[in-house]
């Protein structure tokens, strides 16, 4: 078992990464990986998270999956296009963050996708909504920090907040899944960087 100040350093040196080695993650590590997120606490013990994972292993599944890949990465730049001509944005800018997105996703090892059920709620209320989303959201932190206790780097993205029914359709997923975030996982290739920070001060009252 850590000590309080070796576990307290864990957390503080987490942090996101954008460029991955080529290298492959073994699925049983991811495995380890989405079984450490199913401890994080939810609302109601509802466990509301459900998680599709695309990981470039050489296995069985290596060809569907690298067409869920394709198909996720273009269904996500066509919705990032409308939005960005929708606002007016210069067509250069456009194909720029375009490719952007998809060269990320085509180079992370491993992509989580991580959904919530929409009927894994006590009622249909905005807070019981809410609650349920809070819960998922707590899943992809334990998520990062099991990649990290794996000596993986990870980087959440919330792209398909923005097209739910686009990622839905490309993954084939069941309506009841609304697509949340996506987290990237792999070995580092980049330095990390160091955070800046609020200090403490600023960002709690003392009652």
């Known amino acids: 078992m850590p000590s309080a100040d070796e576990l307290l350093d864990f957390l503080r040196t987490r942090r996101s990464v954008r460029r991955f080695k080529p290298d492959p993650v073994a699925d049983e590590a991811v ?3 989405i079984a450490a997120a199913t401890h994080a606490p939810s609302a109601h013990n509802l466990q509301p998270w459900r998680f599709v994972v695309i990981n470039k292993t050489l296995s069985a599944r290596s060809a569907q999956s690298a067409d869920k890949r394709t198909k996720l990465a273009q269904a996500l730049a066509a919705a990032l296009r409308a939005d960005m001509a929708a606002e007016g944005a210069p067509a250069s800018e456009i194909e720029t963050r375009a490719a952007r997105s998809a060269r990320r996703i085509d180079e992370a090892p491993v992509l989580i996708l991580l959904c919530r059920d929409v009927t894994a709620v006590r009622a249909d ?9 809070q819960s998922v959201a707590n899943a992809a932190t334990y998520l990062l920090l099991a990649a990290h206790a794996e000596g993986l780097g990870g980087n959440w993205v919330c792209w398909p907040l923005y097209a739910q029914e ?3 359709s490309a993954l084939e997923l069941p309506e009841t899944w609304e697509p949340q975030a996506m987290i990237f996982i792999g070995r580092s290739d980049e330095e990390a960087k160091e955070k800046e920070l609020k200090s403490f001060e600023e960002v709690t009252i003392r009652l």
Do not use: A, D, K
């Open 125 to 133: 209320t905005p807070e019981e909504r809410v609650m349920s989303i």
């Open 31 to 33: 495995s380890r990986v």
């Open 166 to 168: 686009e990622t839905r």
